[in-house]
């Protein structure tokens, strides 16, 4: 008798390592990959809305990069040679100077070179008149990453809302055969345009930030060069 259920036990081992027993062999079940791309599409028109503001955005944070990185770019002896043109006389030579340098600080001090033979308020006013267009220049663009940053979110969440009211009308419409294959379409909406909104606000706003930084330090240079520029005129009455 022992013998017998000894061998029904070795029978049914072997039959579950060679698959014979339907009971006992296992299911291989492959997990489904999680796939970005489909899911955003889940999003509906939302996330391409976000994907064309996110486009926007960072053409603007590259093209702003490379522009004020070459506004920030200047000889650092430039007050120096400008110091050393204007003391000689030579103010064409100091203007045609600015015009190479191409910069806006080397664009305002060539303003106030053009109208040294003015008060020394007028100067000052067109120079700080070229400065507020140069900054205006630096500018552009930022405050639509500005609008994008906070606009961003606020799509995302409006895209949850709608993809709530779709959610709740398939099971509305659905009566007493709801099936949660009705409510994925709405969830996936709600959900991803979240997700989207707030991965595209965060990263311009980052990016805005960055560029305002940037602007700063360019704009504090323009002021230090304006300075300078006007402690030499009271240096060099003479040639005012």
């Not at 600015?98 to 910069?103: K, L, M, P």
């Not at 067109?126 to 405050?143: D, F, P, R």
């Amino acid at each position: 008798m022992i013998l017998t259920i000894l061998l029904q036990a070795a029978q049914a081992v072997a039959d579950s390592m060679t698959g014979e027993n339907p009971v006992l062999t296992p299911v291989a079940t492959g997990e489904p990959e999680m796939n970005l791309f489909e899911m955003a599409c889940k999003g509906g028109w939302i996330m391409a809305l976000l994907a064309l503001m996110s486009v926007v955005a960072f053409y603007i944070f590259f093209e702003r990069t490379v522009a004020i990185r070459k506004a920030g770019k200047e000889d650092p002896l430039f007050m120096e040679r400008i110091r050393d043109y204007i003391r000689t006389g030579e103010i064409k030579s100091a203007i045609n100077y600015c015009r190479i340098t191409d910069t806006p600080s080397a664009r305002m001090i060539e303003k106030g070179i053009a109208r040294m033979d003015r008060p020394t308020a007028d100067v000052q006013a067109a120079i700080e008149n070229t400065g507020n267009i140069e900054v205006a220049k630096l500018e552009n663009g930022l405050s639509i990453m500005a609008t994008i940053s906070s606009g961003a979110p606020m799509l995302g969440f409006l895209g949850t809302v709608t993809g709530m009211v779709r959610a709740f009308w398939n099971m509305a419409n659905a009566g007493n055969n709801i099936d949660i294959t009705l409510l994925s379409g709405g969830i996936y909406e709600a959900m991803i345009t979240t997700v989207g909104g707030l991965v595209v606000g965060i990263a311009v706003m980052f990016a805005y930030n960055h560029l305002v930084y940037r602007v700063d330090k360019v704009v504090s240079q323009m002021e230090a060069r304006t300075i300078a520029f006007m402690d030499l005129l009271n240096e060099e009455p003479a040639q005012k």
